[in-house]
């Protein structure tokens, strides 16, 4: 009798089993392959440890806007935009968090228009679906996404079940040897200009206690740089549908109590000036390539002048060489 139970006993165990790793098996061949536009973990995942010296968080404001070859090419430092779609400001927490497990960066940007962001944006799935699994993806689901969206976060194949008649080579591929390294490391290149003809304020909706709450881990995000040594930098990205002077000076106040972190705000004192309304500009928010060269010149102006960073020892040239290449060749057409 007790081998009987023992019998069925692991013909259970070993059906849960089955099912676990089917179902894992297909999420992976069946959620949605992410190369650019954000939320690209499984290429971040690729860069050798230790070896990004700045990261740059927040939303499309960040991946759009910021050229990591441009910067190496001006300065040597290596760097990686670790961002995610209208990302809000605790799931940034989160990646910063999860990214500082195979990097150690000398400096973190962070875009903080993500601040005055409702509670739960519209790419919910896309920000926290992407992450690894471990405790800092499910902190995310539990303590930052929608109550309609943990199910299918916790279980992806609940969200991606219905994929199977349009699957294409290239999930088959990446599901079954991983993502590449990014290119562009964590770029995302856009070529349309569109002209901007004038300032649009943005009449930004204002929810205090999301706002309070935003700040809170703003200043979570500053104590693990302190604790790891970081430079902290939170930014607003120059862009023509700006905040309110209100809200800006009140962000800018409660930012400088935190002490150890610097603000930066690009569209103060003329910070558009530098840009070409008509060439420049993708849209009212992003930076095309041309004028994403320019913004990213600058940043590595500041890293090195401002900051007082150098590069890694030895950093691996030959890649990012071939990254500076690879946004050239963009750029021409």
């Not at 007790?2 to 069925?8: A, D, F, I, R, S």
């Not at 920000?127 to 995310?140: F, L, Q, S």
């Not at 930004?204 to 206690?209: L, V």
């Amino acid at each position: 009798m007790k081998k009987e139970v023992k019998k069925e006993l692991f013909a259970v165990v070993l059906l849960i089993a089955l099912l676990v790793a089917f179902a894992c098996a297909s999420s992976s061949l069946l959620m949605p392959k992410r190369e650019n536009f954000g939320s690209t973990w499984g290429r971040f995942l690729k860069e050798e440890k230790d070896s990004v010296n700045v990261l740059f968080f927040g939303s499309s404001m960040s991946y759009c806007d910021i050229v990591p070859p441009v910067i190496w090419e001006k300065s040597g430092l290596t760097s990686y935009v670790m961002a995610g779609p209208e990302q809000t400001i605790p799931i940034t927490y989160y990646y910063v968090s999860e990214a500082l497990k195979t990097q150690k960066p000398k400096a973190l940007f962070i875009e903080v228009t993500g601040v005055f962001f409702e509670k739960y944006q519209n790419y919910t799935k896309v920000n926290i679906g992407y992450m690894p699994w471990d405790e800092n993806r499910i902190g995310a689901t539990l303590s930052a996404s929608e109550s309609k969206e943990i199910i299918g976060l916790l279980f992806p194949l609940y969200n991606y079940h219905s994929r199977w008649d349009s699957l294409e080579r290239e999930d088959f591929r990446i599901a079954l040897k991983g993502y590449s390294a990014d290119e562009l490391a964590g770029y995302t290149f856009l070529a349309d200009a569109k002209e901007m003809a004038s300032v649009q304020p943005r009449n930004e909706s204002f929810d205090g206690a999301n706002y309070n709450t935003n700040i809170g881990y703003l200043k979570k995000i500053a104590e693990l740089c302190e604790k790891n040594g970081i430079k902290p930098v939170y930014y607003i990205a120059p862009n023509y549908w700006p905040l309110s002077d209100e809200h800006m000076s009140m962000l800018e106040n409660d930012i400088g109590k935190m002490g150890n972190v610097r603000f930066i705000d690009f569209n103060k004192d003329g910070g558009l000036s530098s840009y070409d309304p008509k060439l420049d500009f993708y849209d009212n928010l992003h930076f095309n390539w041309r004028g994403a060269e320019k913004f990213s010149d600058r940043l590595a102006d500041i890293l090195t002048r401002q900051l007082g960073l150098e590069p890694t020892v030895n950093p691996d040239s030959t890649i990012w060489n071939t990254r500076a290449q690879d946004f050239h060749k963009l750029c021409a057409g």
